[in-house]
């Protein structure tokens, strides 16, 4: 057989997941809420040495509607949502302010699992985006007192000297917080989660939120 040339036909020769190997995953037997499921799965992302298990694709639109998307860093679940932070300032926070909806997508190649988050996000208390922040290492803090993002740069060096200037207000003052720092949470109102067996249709469970607790759902692949 010959080798593939073209990039279609190169993307349809490598392999999605490794096979054999992937967990089962019982439908009949899950947890009462997607948070606990979700953090059973994330443990063993972790536990199975998937990288950056904690990455995810935040999803927002503006108020015109026009879709963003970017990779973020799951801080949290709790039973208020899915954490993440950033300047409220920023085009996430801007999205956030004039279009609460948003969705999180994390993939876990190497277990052949999916997750889809999707609800509203928005601002958690001022306390807790300080604690966020001073919990950043030094350089992660200087970065966000920079606070500039995706405005337009004349040049490296023009970065490396705000960078070097904020470097040194941080190390000199380890309470110093970036005004604009914010934890978001997103409230989730459906979560799906989606495993891929080593041969057959791949599982697709849906948890949705009503009024008297979560329902599941199995969807067809």
Not at 10 to 21: K, S, V, Y
Not at 29 to 44: G, I, K, Q, R, S
Not at 77 to 91: E, K, R
Not at 125 to 154: I, M, T, Y
Request: aromatic share 8%.
């Amino acid at each position: 057989m010959s080798e593939p040339t073209t990039l279609r036909e190169r993307l349809r020769a490598l392999e999605t997941f490794p096979r054999p190997g992937l967990p089962s995953f019982d439908p009949a037997a899950v947890p009462a809420t997607p948070h606990e499921l979700f953090t059973a799965w994330l443990d063993e992302a972790i536990s199975g040495g998937v990288q950056a298990p904690h990455a995810t694709v935040l999803s927002t639109a503006d108020v015109a509607g026009e879709v963003h998307a970017r990779a973020v860093i799951l801080k949290d679940v709790t039973g208020a949502g899915w954490w993440f932070a950033s300047q409220c300032s920023g085009p996430k926070g801007r999205d956030l302010e004039a279009n609460p909806h948003a969705a999180m997508t994390f993939l876990w190649p190497r277990l052949g699992r999916q997750v889809k988050v999707t609800g509203t996000a928005g601002p958690a208390d001022p306390a807790a985006s300080r604690a966020d922040f001073l919990a950043r290492p030094d350089a992660s803090r200087a970065a966000g007192l920079v606070n500039r993002q995706s405005e337009p740069l004349g040049s490296l060096a023009e970065y490396d000297a705000a960078f070097a200037a904020a470097l040194a207000a941080v190390t000199a003052d380890p309470g110093l917080v970036a005004p604009e720092w914010t934890a978001f949470v997103l409230a989730p109102t459906e979560v799906e989660f989606w495993q891929a067996p080593d041969d057959g249709p791949h599982i697709r469970l849906l948890y949705r939120e009503t009024e008297t607790g979560w329902t599941t759902t199995l969807l067809w692949p």
